[in-house]
Antibody, heavy 118, light 108 residues
Framework: QLQLQESGPGLVKPSETLSLTCSVS??????????WGWLRQPPGKGLEWIGT???????YYNPSLKSRVTISLDTSKNQLSLKLSSVTAADTAVYFC??????????WGKGTAVTVSS | EIVLTQSPGTLSLSPGERATLSCRAS???????LAWYQQKPGQAPRLLIH???RRATDIPDRISGSGSGTDFTLTISRLEPEDFAVYYC?????????FGQGTKVEIK
């Protein structure tokens, strides 16, 4: 059974880099059947797609965040990671990782809350 | 990017009633590339429908999706207690993938 679990600091200072990890169990991130994605949900708001990565390392980012986002895979740990630079209060959100067929998200992690504040 | 507008914002219904949720796109969604998700408080979203009308694994047949082009509908034929939640549509026909702002189905 595929499961995903996000982890990382719950508080990040403005202008710093947000770094999150998603641990995957039940499948290998090296599996060519899956793409892996990151999404976020600001408090009381809807969902926003951040980006997607394939086992080859190919990445696809939302243009609104592309200049600040890096998504990568660590196959030795079976994890994917998210880095978002130069954060502001507008980046405060619950961040989710998910497995995807590239288009829609079929299995989601439970999410991790990140607050940007000094 | 394609903007998805969901209506109504909140739907107040009783168990056993029919729920009809709308998702309207600002441009035509290619190849019925639309998904619906359910989210309960404090939980991750759960995939319900993809391809506008295809139920995901283990989704009961009282939940159905329809539509094409710019107008899509999620219907819950008879609301069960576990159906009271927020529902989001997502288009994946044109990058960036985008979501609607959500419809909350609450107990009347």
């Amino acid at each position: 059974q595929l499961q995903l679990q996000e982890s990382g600091p719950g508080l990040v200072k403005p202008s710093e880099t947000l770094s999150l990890t998603c641990s995957v169990s039940g499948a290998s991130v090296n599996n060519n059947s899956y793409y892996w994605g990151w999404l976020r949900q600001p408090p009381g708001k809807g969902l926003e797609w951040i980006g997607t990565i394939y086992y080859t390392g190919s990445t696809y980012y939302n243009p609104s965040l592309k200049s600040r986002v890096t998504i990568s895979l660590d196959t030795s740990k079976n994890q994917l990671s998210l880095k978002l630079s130069s954060v502001t209060a507008a980046d405060t959100a619950v961040y989710f990782c998910a497995s995807t067929n590239f288009y829609y998200m079929d299995v989601w992690g439970k999410g991790t809350a990140v607050t940007v504040s000094s | 990017e394609i903007v998805l507008t969901q209506s109504p914002g909140t739907l107040s219904l009783s168990p056993g009633e029919r729920a009809t949720l709308s998702c309207r796109a600002s441009q035509r969604v290619i190849a019925t590339s639309l998904a619906w998700y359910q989210q309960k408080p404090g939980q991750a979203p759960r995939l319900l429908i993809h391809g506008a009308s295809r139920r995901a694994t283990d989704i009961p047949d009282r939940i159905s999706g329809s539509g094409s082009g710019t107008d899509f509908t999620l219907t819950i034929s008879r609301l069960e207690p576990e159906d009271f939640a927020v529902y989001y549509c997502q288009q994946y026909g044109s990058s960036p993938w985008t979501f609607g702002q959500g419809t909350k189905v609450e107990i009347k």
